[in-house]
């Protein structure tokens, strides 16, 4: 059974930086759909990043919500073992739980996250001064 978990998170100033991993035990992710969530107190949860495991082109393969672009950086390693979510230039804003999610159907979408059937604990990223 898939198990993913993340890890990463912190307390950054803002313009800071962190990394944040989403490990996969259990099954490899080659075969999955990735999608990066955040929720914040008092928020809706909103789909940041996700990443599919096939598709036709770029805009397909890699996704990202407006506020994130050039700022976040989704990537995975070749194993299908780790996720990352690399973040630059961080912002008060930004601050959240931060969760990685799974599914195997179609492309990834951030904006809804019904499809995703596997989802990790979370961490924490504050970014405050």
């Known amino acids: 059974q898939l198990q993913l978990v993340e890890s990463g998170g912190g307390l950054v100033q803002p313009g800071g930086s962190l990394n944040l991993s989403c490990a996969a035990s259990?099954?490899?992710?080659?075969?999955?759909?990735i999608g990066w969530f955040r929720q914040a107190p008092g928020k809706e949860r909103e789909g940041v990043s996700c990443t599919s495991h096939s598709a036709r082109t770029p805009s397909e393969r890699i996704k990202y919500t407006d506020s994130v672009k050039g700022r976040f950086t989704i990537s995975r390693d070749s194993a299908g073992r780790t996720v990352y979510l690399q973040m630059n230039s961080l912002e008060a804003e930004d601050t959240a739980v931060y969760y990685c999610a799974a599914f195997t159907r179609g492309t990834c979408t951030i904006r809804t996250s019904v499809w995703y059937e596997f989802w990790g604990q979370g961490t924490q990223v504050t970014v405050s001064s």
């Open positions: 259990g099954a490899s992710l080659v075969n999955y759909n």
